[in-house]
C-alpha cells in the first residue's frame, strides 16, 4: 500500500483508497464495482470540484423574498466608497440587491466587498463575494458564515433573517 488506507460509505458504496488506487466497493455485497488508478482518481477529483456549489446561483439555505413592507437598510463597500443598495432577498449566506449603475459598474464576480445590513434593531457587517453580476443586480455569498461545509451565521445575521422569514410567511398566508 501506497498510504494510510482511508475508507468512506456514502449510500451503499464503499469508497477506500490507498493513497495509489481508489476502490468502489458495493457496501451490502462487498463485490468491487470499480477500481481508479492515480490519473483517474484526478480526474474524478477534477470533476468533482467542478460541480461542487460552481454555479454562483447555487445555494445552501433558502432565499426570502424581501417585501415592500419590509425596509432592510444595505449598503456595499468596494473601496472606500459606501453605496445603499435595494435588498430583493436574503438568507443566512448571502443576498441579491438592485444596485445604482456606478456601483454595478463596478461589479466584478468573485470581487470581495464589505455588506452592512440594518432591519429594526438587527445589525449585520460582514464580508461578501459577489457570485453574479447580471445589469443592476448582484448576487453577494457571505463566505464567513459557511464552516466546514455547514451554515454558522452571526446571531444577529441569524435574527434578522428569521425575522424576515416570518414577515413573508405572514404576508404569503394573508393573500392565499
Known amino acids: 500500500m501506497a498510504g494510510e488506507l482511508k475508507e468512506l ?14 476502490q468502489i466497493r458495493d457496501a451490502f455485497g462487498q463485490h468491487i464495482v470499480c477500481w481508479l488508478n492515480p490519473e483517474e482518481v484526478q480526474q474524478l477529483t477534477k470533476y468533482l ?33 459606501w453605496t ?14 438592485t444596485a445604482p449603475p456606478e456601483l454595478a ?35 453577494i455569498l457571505f463566505p464567513d458564515v459557511i464552516k466546514s461545509d455547514h451554515v454558522v451565521a452571526p446571531q444577529q445575521l441569524s435574527n434578522m433573517v428569521m425575522e424576515v422569514q416570518r414577515r413573508w410567511v405572514q404576508s404569503r398566508s394573508r393573500t392565499s
Open 9 to 22: 460509505a456514502i449510500g451503499p458504496n464503499l469508497f477506500r483508497f490507498d493513497g495509489r488506487e481508489l
Open 49 to 81: 470540484d467542478s460541480v461542487k456549489y460552481s454555479d454562483g446561483n447555487q445555494r445552501r439555505s433558502f432565499r426570502t423574498p424581501v417585501d415592500s413592507g419590509i425596509a432592510i437598510e444595505t449598503s456595499l463597500q468596494i473601496g472606500n466608497q
Open 105 to 139: 459598474e463596478q461589479c466584478v464576480v468573485d470581487g470581495v466587498l464589505r455588506v452592512r445590513m440594518t432591519f429594526e434593531n438587527y445589525q449585520y457587517e460582514g464580508a461578501g463575494l459577489i457570485r453574479r453580476c447580471e445589469a443592476d443586480r448582484i448576487g
Open 84 to 97: 445603499p443598495v435595494e435588498t430583493l432577498n436574503i438568507s443566512l449566506t448571502g443576498i441579491l440587491v
